[in-house]
């Protein structure tokens, strides 16, 4: 991922916000609740999606229903509901498999997207305590420790060795220093130090947000089997009734100009020759591979995406990109030589598993590195 233009934060801060109480202090409720009345409120726009009515139109409507269902219609008036209209299950399974396949994704994203949702810590009125990003206002005081993420774009008003991994807007893994009044932009997190910043600017006007809202578009997968489908459907819709008109009128001298058995047996050839048993089969496989996804926990949103990625065959990541969790942990200590040093200096004399548990105790903001050999090794020497 190329550099990306960082849009700049306004540096202004109102009147109220200079006082050395706000700093340490943050919004009191009356201003809190001054700034919920006016809808300074960090309402997160909600990311694109079908809705169920969508999902369900989409899997109804198509061609290879509307054609079958158009003969469904012609064989109950010729012959009215009975055994003839079994090929019309066609219609129902293949649009089931696809709305509950739709419909189990758009739920586990949903429980995914809550489970995932970033908290803030939120100091007013001389408290801190942590709360949903939607209750941040306009001007509140953040609080920023290693690991924390930033909610909303903001000016630091405090910095303690504060660095941000910006890694997910610029593609640059390298932490960045922000001293007092740099600007930090939601979607960074905290990758060493502590801080504090003021919350310039919330909700859809978030520089995050703006990129989430773009790239949480939906669109269809490109399919080559349903494209391939679709044309053949086309092809089919055209020389379909021509044929249909001219077995129409054999069929109807053939049986003295009953039109019933004239029209069942219309029915019954385009039936035949349109290819709606493979557009079953290939829900069913799509289905299939969906089943197997699932129990090793990938979860898709369309039934297509299996045959995308089945033509996969190269992975490509950039130096930023990671299929793995993003956590550090301790593998192994290797001892790459005799301890050496002094008898007298009981810090020398300490084993290497020692040191490193003093190490991961030493800073009180400890960076990603420091909390996990703080993990692998928690009994911090007495000295």
């Known amino acids: 991922m190329s550099d990306a233009a960082i849009p700049a934060v306004s540096s202004h801060v109102s009147t109220e916000l200079l006082n050395a109480s706000w700093a340490t202090a943050g919004l009191t409720s009356a201003e809190v609740d001054q700034r919920v009345a006016a809808g300074q409120v960090n309402t997160l726009p909600h990311a694109p999606d079908r809705t169920v009515g969508q999902i369900i139109r989409a899997n109804v409507i198509n061609p290879v229903n509307g054609i079958v269902g ?14 003839d209209m079994l090929f019309g299950g066609v219609i129902i399974t293949n649009s089931v498999i696809g709305i509950i396949q739709e419909l189990r994704a758009r739920s586990a994203l949903n429980r995914l997207a809550v489970l995932t949702a970033p908290h803030a810590v939120l100091m007013r009125s001389g408290e801190q305590f ?12 953040l609080i920023l420790a290693p690991g924390a993420q930033v909610v909303v774009d903001g000016e630091v008003v405090e910095s303690t060795g504060l660095e941000l991994n910006e890694s997910l807007l610029t593609g640059e893994s390298d932490p960045e220093h922000k001293a007092v009044g740099a600007q930090v932009l939601s ?8 801080g504090k910043y003021r919350a310039v600017k919330i909700g859809a006007d978030s520089y995050a947000a703006s990129l989430a809202q773009e ?21 089919l819709m055209l020389a379909i009734p021509p044929i249909a008109i001219l ?3 054999r069929l109807m001298q053939s049986n003295d100009g009953d039109w019933r058995i004239a029209l069942s047996g219309v029915v019954a050839a385009s ?24 129990k090793k926990n990938a979860l898709l949103r369309e ?13 490509c990541l950039d130096k930023t990109g990671t299929i793995t969790t993003g956590n550090i942990v301790v593998a192994e200590l290797l001892h790459l030589g005799p301890e050496s040093g002094s008898k ?10 020692h040191l490193l548990a003093a190490v991961g105790a030493s800073d009180p903001d400890p960076n990603a590195t420091q909390q996990a050999i703080a993990k692998a090794y928690p009994e911090a020497p007495s000295w």
């Open 271 to 294: 039936v035949a020759m349109v290819p709606d048993g493979l557009v079953l089969l290939t829900s069913i496989a799509f289905m299939a591979g969906v089943i197997s996804l699932s």
């Open 70 to 83: 158009f003969m469904l219609v012609l064989i109950i008036i010729a012959d009215g509901i009975g055994p």
């Open 187 to 194: 979607g960074s997190f905290v990758s060493s130090g502590s």
């Open 215 to 235: 790239a949480r578009k939906f669109s269809l997968v490109n399919s080559e089997l349903r494209s391939g489908v679709n044309k053949i459907l086309k092809v």
């Open 303 to 315: 039934l297509a995406s299996v045959e995308l990625l089945a033509r996969v065959d190269t992975l």
């Open 130 to 141: 942590e709360s949903g990003v939607e209750e941040v206002v306009l001007d509140d005081l």
């Open 344 to 353: 007298s200096d009981p810090q020398v004399q300490a084993s290497p598993e």
């Open 247 to 249: 077995l129409f009128w």
